[in-house]
């Protein structure tokens, strides 16, 4: 299953501004067959996935169009309502750092989060307050969960991260969307942030890229979560002019690095702790609170969330690195190498266990 709260759709698999037409999308022209509730019942994850990714491109295909916006704008309160029951029930807090932003403007928005998981798309959308979509990739089990209906209700693009047609028609609903008033709720990150040493991991380019086509605006928000206490840190609104010199990449690295302000800030805003007071096993309790307080029954483990997180080609990871020691044979003359070697099966062998 992929990311519950949200990936942005596209990273360096670039699609050209002639490449983002229904034609380019070469969907299956068959009629499609469409299931009832009982029906889609019986079916197994992988086949519900599939059926809805299917709906998507048939319904683009033939020309569906995004409905409800305005009704969905009309209809917040209800949203707001529920949500701050949710928030409630979950005896979580909000805290705003700082609030920099200026919502009262007719320019559409995209709102650009950090990732952590767990509530944070609930907690999100009551900061924001403003009505937005969600950029949802990998739904998986939660086609089946009451939470899906209530972001129906409150409006969500989907996509499946591993679609490249579905990626494309994810995209272009974020521009259809923007270009008729509405705004976006996103995390650029396209994973849960469970690394203890990025302060905001590598991020993909459609935030960017979707901002200088339409004209929105990117408002950055940090988020962190330290137990039930969220905190926020949202920056100022700024836009893309369509006739910039700056590459993508460049306006990628600009937005990266906003965030990473903006998500220090709340970090300087914590106690200090001592060193002797972090236990041995802190990168396991870490990550193993984020997934923790995300699963909810929806199947979405460590190794999806690192998966699923940008992974940039030019940079090496450890196992690229380290991968000779798999294929090394011991002798006389490198026998020094043997722990290391046993280590770092042991190391992939619990990776994908």
Known sequence: MGNYVNNDCNNDKKISDNDNSIESLKVETQE?????????RKLAIEELVKYYSEFRKYEYKNGKRLEGINL?????????????????????????????????NDRPKIYACTHIGGND????????????????????????????????????????????????IAYNRAIELLNN??????????????????????IFNGTVRMAKETGAEIIPIAIEQYGNDFY?????????????????????????????TLKWDIICCQ?????????????????????????YGYGFSLEDAISESF??????????????LCNLDIGKHNAFLAKDKMKFKQKIKSKTK
């Open 72 to 104: 969905r704008k009309k209809i917040h309160f209800l949203i707001s309502a529920i949500l701050k029951i949710d928030q409630l029930m979950s005896k979580e807090k909000i805290h705003i750092i700082n609030d920099l932003h200026n919502s009262n």
């Open 232 to 260: 926020f840190n949202i920056g100022e609104n700024y836009t893309i002019p369509n006739d910039t010199t700056k590459s993508i990449t460049e306006l990628n690295n600009e937005l990266r690095d906003k965030l990473a």
């Open 271 to 295: 106690p200090e702790l001592s060193r002797d007071s972090i236990s041995d096993d802190y990168l396991q309790e870490f990550q193993d609170e984020i997934v923790n307080r995300c699963n």
């Open 121 to 168: 798309i609930q907690r999100s959308f009551q900061v924001i307050k403003d009505p937005a979509y969600l950029m949802l990739g990998d739904p998986g089990i939660l086609y089946r969960k009451f939470i899906y209906l209530g972001l129906k209700m409150n409006g969500v693009i989907p996509l499946e991260t591993t679609d490249k047609e579905d990626r494309k």
């Open 181 to 202: 008033g509405g705004n976006l709720l996103i995390y650029p990150e396209g994973a849960w942030n469970v690394s203890p040493n990025l302060v905001v991991m590598k």
């Open 32 to 40: 499609f067959q469409h299931l009832n509730l009982i029906e889609l």
């Open 311 to 324: 992974h940039d080609k030019n940079i090496a990871t450890e196992e690229d690195v380290f991968s000779f």
